[in-house]
């Protein structure tokens, strides 16, 4: 009897730590979620950018809105797809909407997203963004990586960025 009740408890305590475990999916949100607020920074080329990074929908989804950058603003949106998937829809100024999947992170800092599909694409070929590599380097400052492919040529533009106080 003693050793049933040892053995449910050993259980018990198993499956209350599976239950409390984040995935990597989440915690990668988590630290997107991090973000929430204004930033400010410069592209590649110098130029002066503002990031808006805001959660809505209960938690459910974080909103980056990026301007500053061309004549629109860009739009893009993070979400959790079950526990083990965080996907991207990114809202181009190009007229896509190229969808990403995180993968595994390589550090506790870099989340890297890469092409899924997209919506509005002329042809898998045309002008769209194919990855982004969001960095963190502390909680007042973080790099996003933005790599565009057009038939075939990839263009990276970087946006280094620190939070506005």
Same mark, same amino acid.
């Given at each position: 009897?003693?050793?049933?009740?040892?053995?449910?408890?050993?259980?018990?305590?198993?499956?209350?730590?599976?239950?409390?475990?984040?995935?990597?999916?989440?915690?990668?949100?988590?630290?997107?979620?991090?973000?929430?607020?204004?930033?400010?920074?410069?592209?590649?080329?110098?130029?002066?950018?503002?990031?808006?990074?805001?959660?809505?929908?209960?938690?459910? *989804?974080? =909103?980056?809105?990026?301007?500053?950058?061309?004549?629109? &603003?860009?739009?893009?949106?993070?979400? !959790?797809?079950? +526990? $083990?998937?965080?996907?991207?829809?990114?809202?181009?100024?190009?007229?896509?909407?190229?969808?990403?999947? *995180?993968? =595994?992170?390589?550090?506790?800092?870099?989340?890297?997203? &890469?092409?899924?599909?997209?919506?509005? !694409?002329?042809? +898998? $070929?045309?002008?769209?963004?194919?990855?982004?590599?969001?960095?963190?380097?502390?909680?007042?400052?973080?790099?996003?990586?933005?790599?565009?492919?057009?038939?075939?040529?990839?263009?990276?533009?970087?946006?280094?960025?620190?939070?506005?106080?």
């Amino acid at each position: 009897m003693k050793s049933a009740r040892i053995a449910f408890s050993i259980l018990l305590l198993a499956t209350a730590t599976v239950g409390l475990a984040q995935t990597a999916a989440q915690k990668q949100f988590d630290q997107l979620k991090s973000l929430a607020g204004t930033w400010e920074g410069k592209n590649s080329l110098g130029e002066p950018l503002q990031v808006t990074f805001r959660s809505t929908s209960g938690s459910s *989804a974080l =909103m980056s809105e990026i301007s500053g950058h061309g004549e629109d &603003n860009m739009i893009t949106m993070f979400h !959790l797809d079950g +526990p $083990d998937r965080l996907l991207m829809t990114h809202y181009c100024g190009s007229g896509n909407q190229p969808r990403m999947v *995180a993968g =595994m992170p390589p550090d506790a800092k870099t989340i890297s997203f &890469n092409f899924l599909d997209a919506t509005n !694409l002329a042809t +898998p $070929d045309a002008a769209h963004m194919e990855r982004l590599v969001v960095t963190v380097l502390d909680a007042n400052h973080h790099t996003e990586e933005w790599h565009f492919v057009d038939h075939g040529k990839d263009i990276k533009e970087v946006f280094d960025l620190r939070r506005k106080m």
